[in-house]
């Protein structure tokens, strides 16, 4: 028997973006707003820890990208928005 693995951990690579709030003060953004060109060798998918803000939010904002990979793997880095 012949068990294959995926042990690798993907590249997590982020990217500071500047947004702007709407007229009712929020805004939204996806994971791959801040995704810098992340990577893998399985393929992967992107999360945040925060994905919308308001008013008390004006100013730098430290926001964390999770890359999982298709086999569990993760990785992190952190972006300003």
Not at 36 to 46: K, P
Not at 56 to 68: D, I, W
């Amino acid at each position: 028997m012949i068990t294959v693995e995926d042990n690798i951990l993907p590249v997590a690579v982020c990217q500071d973006i500047s947004i702007d709030l709407d007229a009712n003060g929020l805004v939204s953004i996806v994971a791959a707003d801040i995704d810098g060109g992340s990577s893998d060798n399985c393929g992967f998918t992107l999360s945040a820890s925060q994905l919308d803000f308001d008013c008390s939010h004006v100013g730098p904002n430290t926001v964390t990208l999770t890359v999982t990979d298709n086999c569990g793997n993760m990785a992190t880095c952190e972006a300003t928005v």
